[in-house]
């Protein structure tokens, strides 16, 4: 299966504070179970010019890709309720969404 992980490297998306948590687990653990796994850093501010790009790039990405599920994990608002929507309504894709509470 080709799983389109969604989430930041680095903790807090700042590269000095180094990997992060999901980065550091869910991406080995996948391979490990024999997937295919690409990446797609939604908390690196420097990648994108706001969030309307972001969520241009990450339809693009899943349109260019193919994943069979895009496994999400998000820190807040970044991916919009509206991009879930042309996502599922896709029906190109999976998803599943992470989330956590610390």
């Known amino acids: 299966m080709r799983i389109l992980c969604v989430l930041g490297q680095h903790n807090h998306g700042d590269p000095e504070r180094g990997n992060g948590y999901e980065f550091t687990n869910f991406l080995p653990?996948?391979?490990r179970l024999g997937h295919?796994?690409?990446h797609f850093d939604n908390r690196n501010r420097d990648l994108y010019?706001?969030?309307?790009e972001?969520?241009?790039s990450l339809l693009e990405t899943i349109?260019?890709?193919r994943p069979h599920?895009?496994?999400a994990v998000q820190n807040s608002f970044e991916i919009w309720v509206e991009t879930w929507q042309l996502i599922l309504r896709s029906g190109l894709v999976?998803?599943?969404n992470w989330t956590t509470d610390d």
Do not use: S
């Open 69 to 71: 599920l895009v496994f």
């Open 54 to 56: 972001l969520n241009r």
């Open 94 to 96: 999976a998803t599943v």
């Open 63 to 65: 349109e260019r890709e």
């Open 49 to 52: 010019n706001g969030y309307a």
């Open 29 to 31: 653990a996948f391979r």
């Open 36 to 38: 295919e796994v690409l």
